[in-house]
């Protein structure tokens, strides 16, 4: 008779990266759990800038959330108890 250990199962990827895509609507980004609409915000309120990128000529791109602006964002309130 075998027995298998159970394997612990992560829902966020265990590296880090310099830029991630914005998250589709209704769903959450997997690093910090934050909406599509929070990071339009955060931009919009000047805590992050978002990267926009697209080809010559296309009307459609992507949009990639820099890791590190938004961990810094988070560190601060951290580090402020939450306060603006």
Request: charged share 25%.
């Amino acid at each position: 008779m075998k027995t298998f250990e159970p394997v612990a199962v992560t829902s966020a990827p265990a590296f880090r990266p310099e830029f991630f895509r914005l998250p589709k609507v209704g769903q959450r980004d997997p690093w910090f759990g934050f909406t599509r609409r929070y990071f339009y915000q955060g931009e919009e309120r000047g805590h992050w800038q978002l990267i926009r990128l697209r080809s010559r000529g296309r009307t459609r791109g992507a949009v990639m959330v820099p890791y590190d602006q938004v961990a810094d964002f988070i560190r601060g309130k951290a580090a402020n108890g939450g306060s603006e």
